[in-house]
C-alpha cells in the first residue's frame, strides 16, 4: 500500500448501452486515477456519461442493456471487471461505496431505515446482530440523526435527513473508496452546504477517496482535488482544481465558466454554449465537441481520435486548438 | 392500530346487518314460491297454502323480517332448509369447511407456484420463458376451468385409472379438483406479480441494495419483491374472499358437497333459509377478507399503516380541538 | 423499455393463434361422436344411424341394444332365485339431500323403498292393485289381501303382521302406524287425505287399526294415494333420532343405512336380521344384493365416465345424447342394456281462456293448434328421444288409450290450410302473444314461434324458471300461450294436475282460466271408480278438443342403463329401480 501508487485506476474504459436496436455509446475510452484520501471531480452536462462511469466502477450498470465494451478497472492493483461475481459482492458496499442522486427513492420504503444500514454492516463485517445495530446508531449519530431514530421508516424523513441516512450507509463499512453520484443536486441550498460539510469531515476521518459526480462547478470548487471535464463519454480536460479554476484550456470548460451568471455583469441574458449535447448513438466524427466549438475548425472535424496534450504537469486537454495555438 | 381494527370490527357487524335485510327483501320480491317447488307441480292450491303457512310465509313482510333478524343474530339460528330438512347450520357445518378447505388450497398453491414464477419472467424479461409463459398465461386464463376438469378425468381416471372423477372421501378425491380449481389463479397471480416486478426493477433503491453487496437473491426477495406485493396482496384478498362462490363449477363437475353448490340448489328451489344464509355468510367473508387485505397491507407498506394509525390520532385531536 | 416493433406483434399472434387452433382440433374430434339435437333444421332427423327406439308402446326390441318389455319381471319367484351380488352403485344426478321418508312427493329415487316399507304397494304403472306388505294377506278379504272394507261403509281396517321390526329392533304395532301416517301429514306434502285424516284412525288392537273416513272412497287410486304413500316407523325411532330421519334411517326394510353424504353418497346394507320370512316376501322386499351404493353425479358426462370406468353400474338419469357407448356399435355395448320407455311426464301447449285474453277466441285457438306440428318438434328436438302424443298423456298409462291416434284432429296431424281458415274467422289483429316456456326450453317456444309464424300469428317468448313461471301464469293478463309439463298416476290425474278448478284459489276456473263448468264436470267422472270408463275418458277428450282447451306436444322416452349381468328390472310405482328386487346372474 504504497502512498505514491495509484490506488484507483481506470484505463480506456469503453461501455456502450444497447436500446431498440441501436448503440448509445455511452463512455468512449476514459482513462482516469485517483490517489488515496483525494478527492476527484467528475463534471459535466447530464447525459455526459458519468454515472456510468461511477456504476461501471462498481459494476452495477443494468446488465441487458449495458455492457463493458472494454477497458480496466483497477483498485488496489487487482481488475474489477475480471473478479467473479462472489468477490464482486464483497467490495460492493464495503471496500468501495456508492451515494446516489436522489434520496428520496433511493431508500427501501418499507425497511426501517437503521435495518437498511444494519444490513450493509452485517454482510461485510463478522458482527453479531447486537453488534450490527450498534455500529449503525454510531453511524446514524455520526451523520447528525438521533440513534432512537434507527426504526423509523424512510417516509418519515425529509429529504436531507434520508441523504444523510444514505452517506451513513455508505460510510457504514468504512470504505475506502466512496462515489458520490450529484448528493446534493436534489436538496436545497442550506442543505446542500451542510451535507457537504459532513462528507468532508468525515472524507478526512477516514481517509477515504471520493470520486464526486456533479454538474455544480460551485460544488466542485468546494471539495475536489482533482477534477476530470466529460464531455459525450470522453474526459475532455483533467487537472487540480487549481489548474482549472485558474486556466481552463477546453472551449467547453471555457463555456461552462462562461455560463455562470455573475453578480458583476450588467447584460440581461446569460452565455449559454451554443447547441446541444450530441447525440449518442451518433457521435460527431473527430472532436465530440467541434459542432458547438467556437474554435473549431476544419481540422477537428477530421477522422480519428483527438488526443490528450498536457499542457502543464498533471494538467490534460484534448483539443488541437490550444496548447500553444491560440 | 387496535383502534382500526375495532372500527373495521364494529362496521362489519352494521354491513352484515344490512346485507341480511337486503337479501331478506330481495328473496321476498323475486318472483317463485318455494312451497310449490317442493310440493311439485301436482299441488293444489289448498296444499300450497297449507305448506306456506307451515313454513311462515304468509305473515307479513314485517313480522317475517323481524322474526329472521331476530333469529340470525341473536339466536344464531339459520333457519332449517325447506329441501333438505336439516337446520342450516348443521350443513353449513359439514359443507363449509369442505369448501373453504378447497378454495384456500388453491389459494395457496396460486401464490407459491404464481409468485416466483412471476418474479422469474420478470427478472428474465423477453427470454424464451417469459415469452413462452406470456402465451401459457393466456391460455391458463382463457381456459374454462370444467373442460380443463373434464379432461383431466379422462386422462386421469378413464385411461389411467390413477384418481377417482367424482366424490369426497380420500386425499385422491381433492387432487383434480384443485388443480382444476388453480391453473387460472396461478396464471393470474405470476402476471400480476411479474408486472408489479417490472416496475420495481428499475426503481433506485434496487440499485443501491446492489451498491451495498447484497446479493441477488435477496435483493429480489427482500428488497424487490414486498414492494411489489401490494398489488399482488390485494389480488389474493380479494379471492379469499371469494373462495365461497368461486368453486361453483368445480363442485359440480366433481360432485364435490360443497356450499357452492348448496346454494345454487337453494336458489333453484327458493329454499330461502338457505340462500340467506349463504349470502350472509358470504358477505361477512368477503368483509373479514377485505379487513385481513387492509391489515397486510398496513403490514408491509408501513407508510399505509401509518395512515390507519394516524387517521385514528387525527381524529382524537380533532375531537379534543 | 424495449419498443414493441411490428415483428413482436406478429410473432406474439402467430403462437397464440396456432395453440387456440391445436386447442380446437382437439375440442372438435372429441365432440364430434355424440348426436346433437338440432332445433332449427326441419330437415334432418338430428340423430346418428340408430333407429328410432319405440313407437308408442312401452319398449319393443331395437337395434339399439334396447331391451324387450320382458325387462321389467313381474314373476315374485323367479326373483326369489337370482344370484345374490356383492356390491351395486346406483347414479342419481340428485335426490341425495335428505334421506326423510315424509317428504317424499318430489323424490326422484327408489332408496327409500329399501329402507322402509309401507303398508300396501302399488303393482308398477298403478294399473294393477294394492298388494300387502307390512300387511298380512291371509287376514282380511278386500283387495289383494290385508284389509276389509264393507263396499258402501266408511270404514277401512287394515291387518298387520304380527312380527315386523326395524333395524333398531323396535316392535311396529298399531300405534307405530298411527304416529307414522300422522307425521306424514303434518310433513304438509300429502294431498287428498282431506277424507281419510290421520286423527281418525282408530286403534283397534296391537296389529288391527280402522280408518274412520268422511266419506266411501271410491275415486280412482284414492285409496292407494293414502295406503301407497306412507312409509311406516316405529315412533320411538323417530324420536330418538337426532335429525329426524333426515341424515339417518331407522325403518322396517330390508335394508339398513350405512354411510350418509348429504348430496354425495348414500350406502345401504344388507339387515342380517330381517323380520320376514324368504317365502313372504314381495319382490322388492328382497335383498339380492349386499350393499348398495347411491352415488350423486349432477354432471352427466361424469356419470358415462364413471359407468365405463367401472365405479358405477346403474343410471336411470342419462338422456339418449349420452347412451352413445352403450348402444349398439358402442364401445361398451356388450357391458350394458338399456331399457326405454316413454315418461309419465308429457308437455302440454295451452291457451289463456280468460274473457279478457285475445286467446279467449275458440278460432284463434284453433288456428294456433292446427298450425303447431307435434311431430315437427320431436324430430326438430331429437327424434330418438320424443314420441308426439295424441292428446295429454302417454302410454306410459294404463288407462291410455291407443285408439286416440286414431281419431282426426289438431293432436295428430298439422294442417296450416285449416289453421288459416280459423285464423281468418277469428279476430287476432296482429296482435303480440307470448308465450311462457320454461328456461331450459326456449329452444322449444323458438320452434313454436316459427310454426305460426307461417301462418302470421306474431309470438313473444318468455323463458323463465319454473318458480317464477307458475307465479306469472296466476295473472291472465300476463300471458297468452304456454307451454307445461304434466304427470300423475292414471290419466285423470294427470289432467287433474293441469286443469283440475280445485288447483286455483277461486274455485271456479281452471290455471288456464277455463270457466266450462261442464268440463271440470266430465273431468271429475272420470277420476271415480265407476266413471273410469274408455268411453267417458275418451269423451273428456274429444270435447277438450273440440272446445281447443289443450293441445297435448311430446313425451320423452326415459333410459334405464344396467349391466348385463341384471338379468331383470324391478320398479316401484314411480318407476324407480328398488334394486334389491332385481334378478341377477353373477
Known amino acids: 500500500m504504497e502512498q505514491n501508487e495509484n490506488f484507483l485506476q481506470v484505463r480506456d474504459l469503453v461501455v456502450e448501452y444497447t436500446s431498440g436496436g441501436q448503440v448509445v455509446h455511452a463512455v468512449n475510452g476514459v482513462s482516469l486515477s485517483l490517489d488515496r484520501g483525494q478527492t476527484l471531480g467528475l463534471v459535466g452536462e447530464t447525459g455526459a456519461g458519468k454515472t456510468t462511469i461511477a456504476k461501471a466502477i462498481l459494476d452495477i450498470l443494468p446488465n441487458p442493456p449495458a455492457k463493458v465494451r472494454s477497458g480496466e478497472i483497477l483498485v488496489d492493483g487487482q481488475d474489477i471487471l475480471k473478479l467473479s461475481e462472489h468477490e464482486k459482492l464483497k467490495i460492493r458496499g464495503n471496500k468501495i461505496a456508492m451515494i446516489f442522486q436522489d434520496p428520496m427513492t433511493a431508500l427501501n420504503p418499507v425497511m426501517s431505515v437503521g435495518e437498511q444500514i444494519t444490513e450493509a454492516v452485517l454482510l461485510h463485517n463478522d458482527f453479531t446482530r447486537t453488534q450490527a445495530e450498534a455500529r449503525t446508531v454510531e453511524m446514524l449519530e455520526m451523520v447528525g440523526i438521533p440513534g432512537q431514530r434507527y426504526v423509523e421508516f424512510p417516509h418519515q424523513f425529509s429529504g436531507g435527513m434520508k441523504q444523510r441516512v444514505v452517506i451513513a450507509m455508505a460510510l457504514a463499512c468504512d470504505p475506502e473508496l466512496l462515489l458520490a453520484d450529484e448528493p446534493t443536486t436534489a436538496l436545497d441550498v442550506t442543505i446542500q452546504a451542510q451535507v457537504l460539510e459532513m462528507i468532508n469531515d468525515l472524507k478526512t476521518k477516514l481517509n477515504t477517496s471520493m470520486i464526486l459526480i456533479t454538474h455544480d462547478l460551485g460544488v466542485v470548487a468546494e471539495t475536489c482535488d482533482n477534477v476530470a471535464v466529460i464531455y459525450a463519454g470522453k474526459i475532455v480536460e483533467f487537472g487540480t482544481k487549481r489548474d482549472l479554476f485558474k486556466a481552463p484550456a477546453h472551449p467547453y470548460t471555457l463555456g461552462l465558466f462562461d455560463s455562470l451568471p455573475k453578480m458583476d455583469d450588467d447584460s440581461k441574458e446569460l452565455h449559454p454554449i451554443p447547441g446541444l449535447p450530441p447525440d449518442p448513438t451518433n457521435l460527431p466524427r473527430g472532436c465530440s465537441f467541434h459542432p458547438r466549438c467556437p474554435r473549431a475548425t476544419e481540422a477537428c472535424s477530421r477522422e480519428g481520435e483527438i488526443p490528450m496534450i498536457e499542457l502543464s504537469p498533471g494538467h490534460f486537454c484534448r483539443c488541437i486548438r490550444t496548447g500553444g495555438n491560440n | 392500530m387496535w383502534k382500526y381494527v375495532t372500527r373495521r370490527l364494529l362496521w362489519m357487524i352494521v354491513t352484515s346487518i344490512s346485507v341480511a335485510i337486503l337479501i331478506f327483501t330481495v328473496m321476498y320480491f323475486v318472483p317463485g314460491d318455494p312451497a310449490q317447488m317442493a310440493l311439485g307441480t301436482e299441488a293444489t292450491a289448498e296444499e300450497l297454502n297449507a305448506y306456506r303457512e307451515m313454513l311462515g310465509l304468509n305473515d307479513s313482510f314485517l313480522v317475517q323480517l323481524g322474526k329472521y333478524l331476530y333469529n340470525t343474530f341473536i339466536r344464531f339460528d339459520f333457519g332449517t332448509s325447506y329441501a333438505y330438512h336439516t337446520p342450516v347450520m348443521e350443513e353449513f357445518a359439514s359443507r363449509l369447511p369442505r369448501t373453504l378447505a378447497l378454495g384456500w388450497i388453491c389459494l395457496i398453491i396460486d401464490a407459491l407456484i404464481g409468485i416466483p414464477l412471476g418474479v422469474t419472467c420478470a427478472l428474465h424479461r423477453n427470454s424464451i420463458w417469459d415469452q413462452g409463459f406470456l402465451v401459457l398465461a393466456m391460455v391458463g386464463v382463457s381456459i374454462p376451468n370444467f373442460w380443463l376438469a373434464l379432461l383431466m378425468v379422462m386422462l386421469f381416471t378413464n385411461k389411467l385409472h390413477l384418481l377417482p372423477s367424482f366424490g369426497i372421501g380420500t386425499w385422491k378425491h381433492w387432487v383434480m379438483p384443485i388443480i382444476a380449481g388453480s391453473l387460472s389463479g396461478v396464471a393470474m397471480n405470476a402476471r400480476q406479480t411479474r408486472s408489479a416486478v417490472l416496475e420495481t426493477i428499475r426503481a433506485d433503491f434496487v440499485t443501491t441494495a446492489k451498491a451495498k453487496g447484497v446479493k441477488a437473491h435477496d435483493v429480489t426477495y427482500k428488497h424487490m419483491l414486498p414492494n411489489a406485493l401490494i398489488p399482488i396482496v390485494g389480488g389474493i384478498g380479494q379471492r379469499f374472499g371469494s373462495a365461497i362462490a368461486g368453486t361453483v363449477v368445480i363442485e359440480t363437475v366433481f360432485s364435490f358437497p360443497g356450499i357452492g353448490t348448496y346454494m345454487m340448489n337453494g336458489i333453484t328451489a327458493r329454499d330461502y333459509p338457505v340462500v340467506r344464509s349463504c349470502v350472509l355468510v358470504l358477505a361477512l367473508f368477503a368483509a373479514v377478507a377485505t379487513l385481513l387485505t387492509d391489515l397486510a397491507y398496513g403490514f408491509i407498506d408501513p407508510r399505509i399503516k401509518a395512515q390507519y394509525v394516524n387517521y385514528a390520532a387525527k381524529k382524537r385531536r380533532e375531537d379534543q380541538a | ?586
Open chain 3, 1 to 586: 423499455m424495449k419498443t414493441l416493433t411490428r415483428r413482436d406483434f406478429l410473432k406474439t399472434a402467430a403462437i397464440g393463434s396456432a395453440g387456440l387452433a391445436a386447442m380446437l382440433a382437439l375440442g372438435c374430434s372429441k365432440g364430434g361422436e355424440t348426436s346433437g339435437s338440432n332445433a332449427g333444421n326441419s330437415g334432418n332427423a338430428g340423430g346418428a344411424d340408430t333407429a328410432k327406439a319405440n313407437e308408442g308402446a312401452s319398449g319393443t326390441a331395437g337395434a339399439n341394444n334396447i331391451n324387450e318389455a320382458g325387462a321389467l319381471n313381474k314373476d315374485n319367484e323367479a326373483a326369489k332365485t337370482s344370484d345374490i351380488i356383492d356390491i351395486f352403485r346406483m347414479h342419481q344426478s340428485n335426490g341425495l339431500s335428505s334421506l326423510n321418508p315424509l317428504t317424499i312427493k318430489n323424490a326422484s329415487t327408489g332408496l327409500y323403498y329399501s329402507l322402509y316399507e309401507m303398508l300396501f304397494q302399488n303393482d308398477d304403472n298403478m294399473g294393477g292393485g294394492m298388494y300387502p306388505v307390512l300387511c298380512d294377506p291371509t287376514k282380511g278379504s278386500a283387495g289383494m289381501g290385508g284389509y276389509d272394507h264393507a263396499p258402501g261403509s266408511t270404514e277401512y281396517t287394515v291387518y298387520l303382521y304380527e312380527n315386523i321390526t326395524d333395524s333398531k329392533g323396535n316392535h311396529i304395532t298399531a300405534d307405530d302406524v298411527k304416529f307414522s301416517f300422522t307425521k306424514t301429514f303434518e310433513a304438509g306434502q300429502t294431498s287428498g287425505w282431506q277424507d281419510a285424516m290421520p286423527e281418525d284412525i282408530e286403534v283397534v288392537d296391537d296389529y288391527t287399526l280402522t280408518w274412520h273416513t268422511k266419506r266411501e272412497l271410491n275415486k280412482l287410486g284414492e285409496l292407494e294415494n293414502i295406503w301407497c304413500r306412507s312409509f311406516i316407523f316405529s315412533q320411538k325411532a323417530y324420536e330418538e333420532s337426532p335429525s329426524q330421519f333426515a341424515t339417518d334411517a331407522c325403518g322396517t326394510g330390508h335394508y339398513t343405512l350405512g354411510e350418509f353424504t348429504v348430496d354425495s353418497k348414500a350406502v345401504l346394507n344388507v339387515r342380517e336380521d330381517y323380520w320376514q320370512d324368504l317365502e313372504k316376501q314381495q319382490q322388492i322386499q328382497l335383498a339380492n344384493i349386499k350393499t348398495i351404493e347411491y352415488i350423486q353425479l349432477s354432471e352427466a358426462a361424469q356419470t358415462v365416465i364413471a359407468l365405463e370406468n367401472g365405479t358405477l353400474d346403474f343410471s336411470q338419469d342419462l338422456k339418449a345424447d349420452y347412451l352413445g357407448d352403450f348402444m349398439d356399435g358402442g364401445a361398451f355395448a356388450d357391458k350394458f342394456d338399456i331399457y326405454s320407455y316413454l315418461a309419465n311426464m308429457c308437455s302440454v301447449l295451452e291457451c289463456n281462456c280468460d274473457e279478457k285474453a285475445i286467446t279467449h277466441d275458440e278460432n284463434l285457438r284453433k288456428a294456433i293448434f292446427w298450425a303447431v306440428d307435434n311431430a315437427g318438434i320431436c324430430k326438430m328436438m331429437g327424434a330418438q328421444s320424443m314420441s308426439p302424443v295424441p292428446f295429454v298423456g302417454t302410454s306410459f298409462f294404463s288407462d291410455y288409450d291407443p285408439d286416440w291416434e286414431k281419431l282426426d284432429n289438431y293432436n295428430t296431424r298439422t294442417d296450416l290450410g285449416i289453421a288459416k281458415e280459423f285464423l281468418d274467422k277469428s279476430n287476432y289483429k296482429g296482435e303480440e302473444l307470448r308465450i311462457l316456456v320454461n328456461n331450459n326450453q326456449s329452444s322449444l317456444g323458438e320452434i313454436i314461434m316459427n310454426m305460426l309464424g307461417e301462418i302470421g300469428i306474431k309470438i313473444n317468448i318468455q323463458a323463465l324458471d319454473r318458480a317464477t313461471m307458475g307465479q306469472v301464469m296466476g295473472d291472465p293478463t300476463q300471458w297468452e300461450l304456454h307451454v307445461n309439463m304434466t304427470a300423475g298416476d292414471y290419466m285423470p290425474t294427470l289432467w287433474s294436475h293441469n286443469h283440475d278448478f280445485s288447483n286455483t284459489a277461486a274455485g271456479d276456473h281452471s290455471p288456464n282460466f277455463v270457466y266450462d263448468r261442464t268440463w271440470q264436470d266430465m273431468l271429475d267422472e272420470t277420476a271415480t271408480v265407476e266413471g273410469h270408463t274408455k268411453e267417458k275418458l275418451t269423451a273428456y277428450v274429444e270435447y277438450s278438443i273440440e272446445h281447443a282447451y289443450c293441445m297435448g306436444l311430446y313425451a320423452q322416452y326415459n333410459y334405464v342403463l344396467y349391466p348385463s349381468y341384471l338379468k331383470q328390472l324391478c320398479f316401484n310405482d314411480k318407476l324407480y329401480l328398488v334394486p334389491g328386487g332385481c334378478v341377477f346372474e353373477a
